[in-house]
């Protein structure tokens, strides 16, 4: 292998400074874990892949204590959605305004007023923006972002990776117990670990740019059904793209232009918008693909370089954060020693369904979107569907992420859901001064076991997990459960509910399962 290994030992090595690679490193941080982030290019990526976030990667977010910046970041992205519609055409009298809008196949008719937990919201938080936030933490807590470093190849053995690297400075190499491969769709983890990658091929090209235009009022901000395709404006940012329906070229064309926009939008759309400047821009397809297995020995995918899909509803960010959030926790406690590898494997057993259902609601989406006379009338049947409150409810919560949960062997409702973020109200707090969000606890690792009922039971089942599981005694506003077990990603893994007796026999098995065996 070329280069020699850094005499250094890395806990673990993050490949991809991208989105879910920082979020993972974050993560691993937090939990007391040695990180070194390694990314292929010099400068952050600032082409627009995704405009907001869903409500699971918002909570996830907010338990690293981003709660504020996340805020801060949100106003200016919707001051700039005001000032789009400001100077964009007259939208139909009554129609909701571009911030408002989410959509299923480009159909802007789902309301967020009418999911089944409307107030776990969506934040308008552009991907670049969340990508210097996260960069910016990532730093101020220890970890280690080496950009100009891209991965070229790697071994591995019973102890570690050897992770060669290409840099200005020549070739070297990074010896890691674990390596995280976070390095999006071409992922060169992916191809030097051999992890299989079958799908689906691409049958449509679209092409996007961030960019100034002559007459921005030509357009009002939205998705758009055009003869030849779909034409996208808007996403806070002067954002343009074009789909167009046909395989794309084999060939690799380069990067894209601002006269290849202008001339997709002219084809698709019969319009000149006047392109004055292209600040970023890219190109997208439907290719659909997903490796059978998140981990091959010491070698874990998360995000795009586990699988990729059509952009559409930007999904793809909100399942790599929390595929990040799922696999981080875990990896850092196989790293601090109490974990067994099987709490490895769980992150492929309860993350790979979830991603193969949005592969599936991807494709379905793809399919709404063409524009052959019979994929349109499909689409206007579906648009009638979408006014009916069922199926309003059910693609809000499927296109938010609220329909994740994962198999546990628990048939609870509530085991293997991704618990919101609670208000907290200590029992002995007569007038609720100390109360806290569940999202200000402290994220380092540890599970939590909520007693809201004062019952000693569970909190003495928990006593032989001190430092990897807290206790704490606050009422939590679910009325129907007296206690909780959480892991460190949020997850549901116990539940008593109130109306019987705590099973602290289960509740000693899950946190077995989830936390080792106890010292």
């Given at each position: 292998?070329?280069?020699?290994?850094?005499?250094?030992?890395?806990?673990?090595?993050?490949?991809?400074?991208?989105?879910?690679?920082?979020?993972?490193?974050?993560?691993?941080?937090?939990?007391?874990?040695?990180?070194?982030?390694l990314e292929r290019r010099g400068e952050p990526d600032r082409v627009l892949k995704a405009g907001s976030l869903g409500p699971l990667a918002v909570e996830a977010l907010e338990r690293l204590g981003l709660r504020e910046e996340l805020a801060a970041v949100e106003r200016r992205t919707m001051a700039g959605y005001a000032q789009m519609a400001e100077r964009s055409a007259d939208p139909a009298p009554g129609a909701p305004g571009p911030a408002e809008r989410e959509h299923f196949a480009g159909l802007e008719k789902i309301e967020p007023s009418r999911r089944s937990e409307p107030a776990r919201r969506?934040?308008?938080?552009?991907?670049?923006?969340?990508?210097?936030?996260?960069?910016?933490?990532?730093?101020?807590?220890?970890?280690?972002?080496?950009?100009?470093?891209?991965?070229?190849?790697?071994?591995?053995?019973?102890?570690?990776?050897?992770?060669?690297?290409?840099?200005?400075?020549?070739?070297?190499?990074?010896?890691?117990?674990?390596?995280?491969?976070?390095?999006?769709?071409?992922?060169?983890?992916?191809?030097?670990?051999?992890?299989?990658?079958?799908?689906?091929?691409?049958?449509?090209?679209?092409?996007?740019?961030?960019?100034?235009?002559?007459?921005?009022?030509?357009?009002?901000?939205?998705?758009?059904?055009?003869?030849?395709?779909?034409?996208?404006?808007?996403?806070?940012?002067?954002?343009?793209?074009?789909?167009?329906?046909?395989?794309?070229?084999?060939?690799?064309?380069?990067?894209?232009?601002?006269?290849?926009?202008?001339?997709?939008?002219?084809?698709?759309?019969?319009?000149?918008?006047?392109?004055?400047?292209?600040?970023?821009?890219?190109?997208?397809?439907?290719?659909?693909?997903?490796?059978?297995?998140?981990?091959?020995?010491?070698?874990?995918?998360?995000?795009?370089?586990?699988?990729?899909?059509?952009?559409?509803?930007?999904?793809?960010?909100?399942?790599?954060?929390?595929?990040?959030?799922?696999?981080?926790?875990?990896?850092?406690?196989?790293?601090?020693?109490?974990?067994?590898?099987?709490?490895?494997?769980?992150?492929?057993?309860?993350?790979?369904?979830?991603?193969?259902?949005?592969?599936?609601?991807?494709?379905?989406?793809?399919?709404?979107?063409?524009?052959?006379?019979?994929?349109?009338?499909?689409?206007?049947?579906?648009?009638?569907?979408?006014?009916?409150?069922?199926?309003?409810?059910?693609?809000?919560?499927?296109?938010?992420?609220?329909?994740?949960?994962?198999?546990?062997?628990?048939?609870?409702?509530?085991?293997?859901?991704?618990?919101?973020?609670?208000?907290?109200?200590?029992?002995?707090?007569?007038?609720?001064?100390?109360?806290?969000?569940?999202?200000?606890?402290?994220?380092?690792?540890?599970?939590?076991?909520?007693?809201?009922?004062?019952?000693?039971?569970?909190?003495?089942?928990?006593?032989?997990?001190?430092?990897?599981?807290?206790?704490?005694?606050?009422?939590?506003?679910?009325?129907?459960?007296?206690?909780?077990?959480?892991?460190?990603?949020?997850?549901?893994?116990?539940?008593?509910?109130?109306?019987?007796?705590?099973?602290?026999?289960?509740?000693?098995?899950?946190?077995?399962?989830?936390?080792?065996?106890?010292?």
């Amino acid at each position: 292998m070329a280069g020699t290994p850094r005499d250094e030992y890395i806990p673990a090595v993050v490949a991809g400074a991208g989105p879910v690679g920082l979020m993972a490193a974050c993560v691993l941080r937090r939990a007391g874990i040695d990180v070194v982030v390694l990314e292929r290019r010099g400068e952050p990526d600032r082409v627009l892949k995704a405009g907001s976030l869903g409500p699971l990667a918002v909570e996830a977010l907010e338990r690293l204590g981003l709660r504020e910046e996340l805020a801060a970041v949100e106003r200016r992205t919707m001051a700039g959605y005001a000032q789009m519609a400001e100077r964009s055409a007259d939208p139909a009298p009554g129609a909701p305004g571009p911030a408002e809008r989410e959509h299923f196949a480009g159909l802007e008719k789902i309301e967020p007023s009418r999911r089944s937990e409307p107030a776990r919201r969506r934040m308008r938080v552009p991907q670049p923006d969340l990508v210097a936030l996260l960069r910016r933490t990532a730093e101020r807590t220890g970890v280690r972002v080496l950009p100009s470093h891209e991965v070229t190849g790697l071994e591995q053995d019973a102890d570690g990776v050897t992770v060669a690297v290409r840099t200005p400075a020549g070739d070297t190499a990074f010896r890691a117990r674990y390596l995280l491969g976070c390095d999006g769709g071409g992922s060169a983890v992916r191809t030097a670990a051999g992890f299989p990658f079958p799908g689906t091929g691409p049958t449509m090209l679209g092409r996007q740019g961030v960019v100034e235009l002559l007459d921005p009022g030509q357009i009002p901000p939205g998705i758009h059904d055009v003869p030849g395709g779909v034409l996208v404006y808007g996403l806070g940012v002067d954002r343009v793209a074009a789909l167009e329906f046909t395989p794309p070229p084999d060939t690799d064309q380069g990067p894209l232009t601002e006269e290849e926009l202008r001339a997709a939008v002219t084809r698709v759309s019969g319009i000149d918008l006047g392109v004055r400047r292209m600040r970023a821009g890219g190109r997208f397809t439907d290719e659909a693909r997903h490796v059978p297995a998140y981990r091959r020995g010491r070698v874990l995918l998360a995000g795009d370089a586990a699988h990729i899909h059509a952009p559409v509803g930007g999904q793809g960010l909100n399942y790599g954060l929390i595929d990040a959030v799922n696999v981080a926790w875990k990896l850092a406690a196989r790293l601090r020693g109490w974990a067994a590898d099987d709490l490895l494997d769980s992150y492929t057993a309860e993350r790979r369904p979830q991603a193969e259902r949005l592969l599936q609601n991807t494709r379905a989406q793809i399919a709404l979107m063409r524009p052959d006379t019979h994929s349109r009338a499909l689409r206007e049947l579906f648009a009638d569907l979408m006014d009916l409150d069922e199926v309003n409810r059910y693609l809000g919560d499927l296109m938010a992420g609220l329909t994740t949960r994962y198999d546990l062997g628990d048939p609870d409702p509530l085991v293997g859901t991704l618990c919101p973020d609670l208000k907290l109200v200590p029992l002995d707090d007569r007038d609720g001064t100390g109360a806290r969000r569940l999202a200000e606890l402290p994220c380092d690792g540890q599970g939590l076991l909520l007693v809201s009922d004062g019952h000693p039971a569970p909190a003495r089942a928990a006593a032989p997990w001190a430092g990897r599981v807290r206790v704490r005694h606050a009422t939590t506003g679910r009325d129907e459960v007296s206690a909780l077990l959480l892991r460190p990603d949020s997850c549901i893994a116990w539940v008593a509910r109130r109306d019987t007796e705590p099973d602290t026999e289960a509740l000693t098995g899950a946190l077995r399962r989830w936390f080792g065996t106890p010292r």
